[in-house]
């Protein structure tokens, strides 16, 4: 039972432009979000956090976009970047107990030149 | 100065055979986790140690047994190992309840 999902595998974009990742979740008990980076060969990074107190975050060209009623999410990168091209992961969790957030399974984005 | 190490970074083995992965990080962080990464992509907590103890074991065959010499270290031991092993698997490490630093990863092959 996927939780958290990320139903476009893969997104192409032109330099310049949005990018525009998207996550859904099912468990309404989750009130932690976070993006994480990936580059092949390398481990997940953090990219951005949202706690369900608030619907939107921006760090630099990163934005990250909650609608709780929807239990959707959204990355927004602006301007897209060729080194932004990597799989990006969305993880949903619950605070107190493991703080342990589930994960999707990546959107693998590249930003064309 | 690698915040999360692994070691190796890959291991082809045959089938049967039991084989550990190393895990070490040097942020001071209290609380280490193994993931799995599969086929099909998804990252799947596998375990979870806080301050050398035990706090999350998901359903993990018992062939899989996690070992934390201390809070800097998490090894992941396993044996008898089958082809659906096969996988990447993450080391990460967190202060408890805060985000998580993930390792390079092992490409595990087994033939």
């Known amino acids: 039972d996927q939780q958290v999902k990320q139903n476009s595998p893969s997104l192409s974009v032109q330099e310049g432009r949005i990018s525009i990742l998207n996550c859904d979740y099912t468990n309404s008990m989750f009130d932690y979000f976070l993006w994480y980076k990936k580059y092949p060969a390398e481990g997940p990074t953090f990219l951005i956090s949202i706690s369900s107190i608030k619907d939107k975050n921006e760090d630099g060209r990163f934005t990250v976009f909650l609608n709780k009623s929807a239990k959707h999410l959204s990355l927004h990168i602006v301007p897209s970047q060729p080194g932004d091209s990597a799989v990006y992961f969305c993880a949903a969790g619950k605070s107190g107990g493991s703080y342990i957030p589930t994960f999707g399974r990546g959107t693998s984005l590249i930003v064309h030149p | 100065d690698t915040a999360v190490s692994q070691t190796p970074k890959y291991l082809v083995t045959q089938m049967g055979n039991d084989k550990s992965i190393k895990c070490e990080q040097n942020?001071?962080?209290?609380?280490m986790y193994w993931y799995k990464q599969d086929s099909k992509k998804f990252l799947k907590i596998m375990f979870s140690?806080?301050?050398?103890?035990?706090?999350i074991n998901e359903t993990v065959p018992n062939r899989f047994s996690p070992k934390s010499p201390d809070k800097a270290h998490l090894n992941l031991h396993i044996n008898s190992l089958e082809l659906g092993d096969s996988a990447v698997y993450f080391c990460a490490s967190s202060r408890f309840g805060e985000t998580q630093y993930f390792g390079p990863g092992t490409r595990l092959l087994v033939l």
């Open positions: 140690y806080n301050n050398k103890e035990l706090i």
């Open positions: 942020l001071g962080h209290d609380t």
